[in-house]
Structure formats: structure tokens, C-alpha cells
């Protein structure tokens, strides 16, 4: 995987053609819209929020005008293409740049939504499993992580198009933007209930929608 440094200046270079990848992802993410339950959200962090594309679909259309957004991003070019796009809803808006290691600038219990987009696969499993645990933590009870990314294929189409991703990530991930085809529903443990899991495919690349909610038995027994 691309150390943190390197993402960074990956993204900084790409951020102002970074939407162009959204033949690919918005299918993946207005699915995953359609069952993160906004509507009903009062507080939302993104992790990784890129250009602020998904961030606006949320406050313009999805989530109720008393809804605050907080966003952390890698990259300082994405955060401040993200804080122009955001600027109709600013006073509702915080984006702040990170370096991308632990913890979590929030308190326990204290977010409704946790949306990542096309970030865990840009991170190795021990730091996916980390960023799992952080979300479990800082998430409201009844609160909901919801994630897409890219996932390995399901069809021969998919499979052949995950190869040749492989094989060009191997030889320079920068070329694919550092991320991987990963399977996350996996790496939740016993710790979530799956609220809503799929997959979606655009030309042949496929991503993988996930919607869960912390084990309210895991929980209890933190308490």
C-alpha cells in the first residue's frame, strides 16, 4: 500500500479531475444513499470526503436541514475543493485535514453517520480493521456506517477487469490511485449487524455496498 505521504501528494495532484471517476463510482455510492437512511440523520462524518461531490448530494437532497457535516481528508487540495463546494451550506459544514493516524477527533457516541467512500481500499486491512473499530466507537447507538469501494469482481467480466487492476496496482498504485479491490464485509467481525450488502457494477468494475449498524450485544457488554 502507498504510505500516507504519498496518498497525499497522489491526491493533491489529481484533486481537480478526481470526479472523473464517477462512471464508475456513483452508481455505488447513489446506492448507498439510498439505503443509509439520511433522511433521518442528524449528525454525519465523512471519512475522506474528496471533493465534497457526495457531501453535497447529502445536504442538498438527502438529509434534513438541521443536519451538520464534519469531514476529515488527506489531501488539503481535496478539503479546500470540498469547502468551495460546500460553501452554500457552510455554517453547517466543518473540514478539517488529517494525517490519517489514530484516533478519531470525535467523542464516543457521539456521530449518526459515518460515511467512507472509496477510502478503505486505499489502506492496508490492520488500518481498515482499525478506522472499523474507531467508527464502532464513536458511533450514536441505532447510528449507521455506511461504505463502498472497490470490490473483487463477480462475474468473468469483473474478475478480468480485477486482475488487470491488480496487476496494475503491483507494478505502480498511483496509476489506480493507490486502491485495491477489498472485500470489507468480512473484516466487520461479530461487532455489526449488516443493515443492507451488495454489489454494483459498472463497466466491469465492481464495488461493494455495505450498511451496518454496531452489535447492539457488543455494546451492552462494553458497557
Not at 36 to 57: D, I, K, N, P
Not at 102 to 112: E, F, M, R, T
Not at 125 to 134: A, D, F, P, T
Not at 196 to 211: C, P, Q
Request: aromatic share 6%.
Amino acid at each position: 500500500m502507498l504510505p500516507r505521504e504519498t496518498l497525499r501528494q497522489v491526491y493533491d495532484r489529481i484533486g481537480p479531475w478526481q470526479d472523473a471517476q464517477s462512471f464508475y463510482e456513483a452508481p455505488a455510492i447513489d446506492r448507498l444513499l439510498d439505503h443509509g437512511e439520511f433522511g433521518r440523520a442528524s449528525s454525519v462524518l465523512e471519512v475522506g470526503c474528496g471533493t465534497g461531490t457526495l457531501a453535497r448530494q447529502l445536504l442538498a437532497d438527502r438529509c434534513p436541514e438541521t443536519t451538520t457535516y464534519e469531514a476529515v481528508e488527506l489531501s488539503p487540495v481535496m478539503a479546500d475543493l470540498a469547502r468551495q463546494r460546500l460553501e452554500p451550506w457552510k455554517d453547517r459544514v466543518r473540514i478539517q485535514c488529517t494525517a490519517g493516524a489514530p484516533p478519531l477527533d470525535c467523542p464516543d457516541g457521539s456521530v449518526d453517520r459515518i460515511v467512507m467512500a472509496y477510502v478503505l481500499d486505499l489502506m492496508p486491512e490492520s488500518e481498515v480493521r482499525w478506522l472499523l473499530r474507531e467508527a464502532r466507537r464513536v458511533l450514536h447507538p441505532g447510528g449507521f456506517l455506511c461504505t463502498c469501494g472497490l470490490a473483487p469482481g463477480q462475474s468473468r467480466l469483473g474478475r478480468l477487469v480485477e486482475s488487470l487492476w491488480r496487476t496494475v496496482f503491483a507494478i505502480r498504485p498511483s496509476l489506480v490511485g493507490g486502491c485495491r479491490p477489498l472485500n470489507v464485509r468480512p473484516l466487520l467481525g461479530s461487532d455489526w449487524t449488516v443493515q443492507h450488502h451488495d454489489h454494483v457494477r459498472a463497466y466491469g468494475i465492481t464495488s461493494e455496498v455495505l450498511v451496518a449498524s454496531p452489535h447492539r450485544s457488543s455494546e451492552s457488554s462494553s458497557l
